[in-house]
């Protein structure tokens, strides 16, 4: 019998969603976030990204991750990824490719929403007309 996933507390604005650490997808990773916790953070409608919010953590155990883990480009509303090479982590409001400066590259899957997904998009998405916002990230439970 396999343990409960880790889950983790997003909250931008009042709105609070849970999220569900992908141990099985990218082990490393997801540790250094989890041991990266809490954070509060500033969030950014992503430039070259699409349909996501992405910020540089401060320096911490994920920040020190350097090697990807199942690497995927495409980003699916509501997960949260890292990109080693960029520096950064990203959370997608829709559908969005991972993409620099440089075209085209690639990410680790950290977490993804389980809980009050829908609102907790529709947030992120008006970020496009109403710029930053704040994220806080802490362990659940």
Known sequence: ???APRTIELEVEGVTAVA???DDVS???AEAFWSSLPLDVRILQTKWAGAAVYFRPPPSAVAAVKELENPVCSIYPG???????GGEL???HAASEYRRHVGTD???RIAEIVENRA?????????RDE???HLSIRRRG
């Open 1 to 3: 019998m396999s343990a």
């Open 90 to 92: 990203l959370i997608a």
């Open 106 to 108: 690639y990410v680790s």
């Open 79 to 85: 997960t949260l990824v890292y990109s080693p090479d």
């Open 27 to 29: 082990p490393e990773a």
């Open 131 to 133: 710029g930053a916002k």
């Open 20 to 22: 569900e650490l992908l």
């Open 119 to 127: 609102p907790f998009l529709a947030v992120l998405s008006r970020m």
